[in-house]
């Protein structure tokens, strides 16, 4: 194309042209890891876009109502999706428990706020819709740079072709990060990844734990799975899905999705509360490019869900602190006042962070409250007025979890506050043995070790498969070094906010989690909003060629360590003659291969003790996770063989399952029932349980199978 026929091109299509690239870029990287995985997506795709569209559509008037729709469409759609999402969490938690959630009442949510959000748009085409004012350095519609057009803003100049062809290589740095994000979505829970004990949480209860409520066709208590009295502000969203489709195992990948929907919403989000054109586009490839979004993203878990609601509630205070625009025309510097439905809304947005995750209302709602309370203008009345706002609306958005938990254990936070509160299936005990096994080891307990724990966990490296990848930085120096480039570029309000409250998140995570680092995700948030403001084309040239090096390496970096630990899954299953790519899809077909599910009839009525990874197996089952109580071991620490034979009969259980591997492993770790010994089972199996054998050609898997016999 010559330089005098990009005149005639409109500019709409080039400013469209860096994101058609980039699709096509991880289009092509998509077809090359995995064809199949195109098929999966568009088969399970359209469910997770379904429950995102209603969602968006019951935000929308929440937002209106808030007094939010005066905003740019993008930061309008994100702010009304982040919104939905709680109100139709909330009511799919009513519908639950009430016994009432089947797939038609799934299916009428899902198309009431469709049918919301249709009624939005046509208040908006009837004159009541968003009005756009002109706020550039909040990120608001303004002249873009990189798609200014000539007299007329009909067509993009010669001139501005490098720009937009530099904003193509912006927008190439996400293609690999959408690859992986899409293929891991694609595959079934429980292939990815080894640090993270191949998905042991998802099959555990993020998935397990809805599924339970499926086949009961409602939601209640669970005492032999404390993860369940968690938030579940994801977890419902899986359950809704579930039932859309009829099936848990068929839901798993579109979970999936839903989750990697998450991660594109943050990375939007952060981008719509940036300044326009060049900042913009720099802090969707920065957080993009942060590994952690790929990485989590795929799988079925809660932090990308907490990270979206993170970042909307970020950028609506952000919107409070930055200057307005009449004093910054007047040379003052004062920002808007703190109005109390903005404060609300932030507050709602960080609620629902914290009901993804427990550890969400201090990473989020504390630590973004102090940050904003600290750097206000005002006097203290008039800085508690909104931060006031913003507490009843975090509360009011984490308050159905918690009365949920009030009405099923008496303990608002169940298991935690078990002093305080009490709890039902709970003891003193579970409660030390939780705490010991959520804190640090000795040697790090010191505020040396700690620090250095925590620089190497949020830092340096990954453990995975039993050692330290160097180099495999899931959070990257080069996020923290331009979030500081982006600091000192401009200290105001904004910057010092964000700067703090990425400390806080930091001095919290440390402070009351055993830091693993992707507890620490919130703070892609502040630091991303950071990096944004290190560049402006305005700057001197030395500058913006340091910021972009420093952005291109970190970017490539992030994508070397996905490549890496992809390239590890790979080799991984590659052993046992299925590499990852002959996976994708395959969710149906992993039942069929367990020992348990082909050896025991889905009749069967199973007591299994030590596994609680469940989410497969087809027979009727009853487990623990290791820090509830088996009522069965319970009963047998004063009980004779025969006694706990006849303890399972009168249950009418069938069989009875010990997972040695996973017995001898969780008693290493987290201790075990010091009761289950092979010697023990062994004076069962007198007693009245058979040993069931194993088919031929199929391993034991160190699996203790016994029937239990009649009397």
Not at 242 to 249: D, K, W
Not at 465 to 471: A, D, F, K, V, Y
Request: aromatic fraction near 10%.
């Amino acid at each position: 194309m010559t330089l005098s026929a990009t005149t005639s091109i409109p500019s709409r299509i080039w400013s469209a042209l860096p994101i058609l690239v980039l699709l096509a870029a991880g289009g092509a990287l998509l077809t090359a890891l995995a064809p199949a995985a195109w098929l999966v997506l568009l088969a399970d795709g359209p469910l997770a876009l379904a429950a995102l569209v209603s969602a968006w559509g019951w935000g929308s008037w929440p937002a209106i109502w808030l007094g939010l729709h005066r905003r740019p469409m993008t930061q309008l759609v994100c702010i009304a999706v982040a919104l939905g999402l709680g109100v139709l969490a909330v009511g799919v938690l009513v519908l639950g428990v009430a016994g009432w959630l089947s797939g038609a009442a799934a299916w009428g949510l899902t198309v009431a706020g469709w049918a919301l959000g249709c009624l939005g748009l046509c208040r908006s085409a009837a004159g009541g819709g968003a009005v756009r004012p002109v706020r550039p350095e909040l990120g608001c519609p303004g002249p873009d740079p990189a798609s200014s057009t000539a007299a007329g803003g009909a067509c993009v100049t010669g001139r501005r072709v490098m720009p937009i062809l530099a904003g193509i290589g912006v927008r190439l740095v996400l293609a690999w990060p959408l690859t992986v994000l899409l293929f891991g979505a694609s595959l079934p829970p429980g292939i990815l990844w080894t640090a993270e004990a191949h998905g042991y949480d998802v099959l555990e209860y993020h998935l397990q734990v809805p599924r339970e409520y499926f086949d009961l066709r409602r939601i209640t208590f669970l005492p032999h799975n404390a993860y369940a009295s968690f938030p579940q502000q994801m977890e419902v969203l899986y359950l809704l899905l579930m039932h859309l489709v009829g099936s848990p195992l068929a839901a798993a990948i579109p979970a999936q999705l839903l989750h990697a929907g998450c991660a594109v919403l943050t990375v939007v989000a952060l981008a719509a509360w940036t300044p326009a054109g060049w900042p913009r586009r720099f802090v969707a490839a920065v957080a993009g490019s942060v590994p952690w979004l790929a990485y989590l993203g795929c799988l079925a878990y809660v932090e990308l869900g907490m990270l979206f609601f993170a970042a909307v509630a970020a950028g609506l205070i952000v919107d409070q602190l930055a200057p307005h625009p009449k004093a910054s025309a007047a040379g003052g510097s004062t920002s808007i006042p703190a109005g109390w439905r903005t404060g609300l809304a932030a507050g709602l947005c960080a609620g629902l962070a914290a009901g993804c995750k427990y550890t969400g209302a201090v990473l989020v709602g504390a630590t973004l409250a102090t940050a904003w309370l600290c750097t206000m203008p005002g006097s203290v009345a008039a800085r508690l007025r909104p931060i006031a706002c913003f507490i009843a609306g975090a509360g009011l958005a984490m308050s159905p979890w918690l009365i949920r938990n009030a009405a099923f254990t008496g303990n608002p936070v169940y298991p935690f506050a078990y002093e305080w509160f009490g709890g039902s299936a709970w003891s003193r005990e579970q409660a030390a043995q939780w705490s010991d096994d959520h804190s640090l080891p000795d040697q790090s307990d010191s505020g040396g070790g700690s620090s250095t724990t925590a620089g190497r966990r949020l830092l340096l490296r990954l453990r995975l498969t039993g050692r330290e990848l160097l180099g495999s930085c899931m959070l990257g120096p080069g996020l923290v070094i331009l979030a500081l480039m982006g600091f000192l570029r401009r200290t105001d309000r904004v910057a010092v906010a964000l700067l703090l409250w990425a400390a806080l998140i930091v001095a919290a995570w440390a402070a009351f989690t055993h830091m693993p680092g992707r507890f620490a995700v919130p703070i892609v948030v502040p630091l991303s909003l950071l990096a944004g403001r290190a560049v402006d084309p305005r700057l001197r040239r030395s500058w913006t060629v340091l910021v972009a090096c420093v952005a291109l390496g970190g970017a490539l970096g992030g994508n070397a360590v996905l490549a890496k630990l992809l390239h590890a899954e790979n080799a991984w299953w590659s052993r046992f003659g299925t590499p990852l790519r002959a996976l994708v899809g395959a969710t149906e077909r992993i039942p069929d291969e367990l020992p348990l599910n082909r050896m025991l009839s889905p009749d069967a009525r199973v007591w299994l003790v030590g596994e609680a990874r469940v989410f497969y197996l087809r027979p009727r089952v009853h487990y623990t996770v290791v820090y509830s109580r088996d009522p069965w071991l319970e009963y047998a620490r004063q009980a004779g063989p025969e006694q706990c034979v006849a303890w399972l009969r009168t249950r009418n259980v069938s069989h009875v399952v010990f997972c040695w591997a996973e017995i001898d492993r969780l008693r290493r770790t987290s201790g075990f029932h010091p009761l289950v010994t092979r010697e023990w089972v062994g004076s069962l199996a007198a007693a009245g349980l058979r040993p069931v054998p194993f088919p031929r050609g199929l391993a034991d898997a160190d699996l203790g199978v016994y029937e239990v016999q009649p009397e």
